[in-house]
């Protein structure tokens, strides 16, 4: 990824972290429940009530991920 994309999407995802706290509280604790076959499963529905639902089942990989993202949430408590 372009280091200057990174460096735009920062303030970006401050704003986001603030205006959506819940969901980054809710990842945080997530990440230490999420083991190899677990299954995350994401849901959008829009204003008109049209709904995507995809999920993805944990490999060793992602198990990984989930661990350095709650280390990166929780140095923001």
């Known amino acids: ?5 990174m460096l735009k999407l920062k303030p970006m ?3 986001f972290s603030q205006d959506h706290p819940k969901l980054l509280m809710f990842f945080a604790a997530a ?3 999420v083991d190899k076959d677990s299954v995350l499963e ?3 529905k ?8 995809t999920n993805i089942k944990i490999n060793d990989n992602d198990v990984e991920t989930f661990n350095e ?3 990166i949430l ?3 408590k």
């Open 74 to 76: 929780n140095k923001g």
């Open 31 to 33: 990440a230490g429940e």
């Open 46 to 53: 829009n204003s008109q009530g049209y709904t995507m639902r």
């Open 69 to 71: 993202l709650k280390k």
């Open 1 to 5: 990824m372009n280091p200057m994309a």
């Open 42 to 44: 994401v849901t959008v």
């Open 13 to 15: 995802f401050e704003r």
